[in-house]
């Protein structure tokens, strides 16, 4: 997979692109285990809070999209 993620992203199969959305996947569940744990800090900042949640509700949002984009891509 290595060799997909490097590749330039015209030359890469279909086959390819859809271990690159699968790793892509993989790299936003683990972002967002760390977007986790800075809010069980609760820093008690409000305004860090909102953007907190803010990021982790974009990053399930793009983790959407990349997931039916590889089922799309699979068929």
Do not use: F, W
Request: charged residues 35%; aromatic residues 2%; glycine residues 4%.
């Amino acid at each position: 997979m290595r060799n997909a993620v490097v590749q330039v992203p015209d030359l890469r199969t279909q086959g390819e692109l859809r271990g690159v959305l699968r790793v892509a996947v993989r790299q936003l569940e683990r972002a967002d285990l760390y977007l986790s744990a800075v809010m069980a800090l609760e820093v008690g900042d409000p305004h860090a809070e909102t953007a907190l949640d803010k990021l982790r509700e974009d990053l399930e949002d793009l983790r959407r999209h990349l997931i039916d984009e590889r089922a799309r891509l699979a068929t």
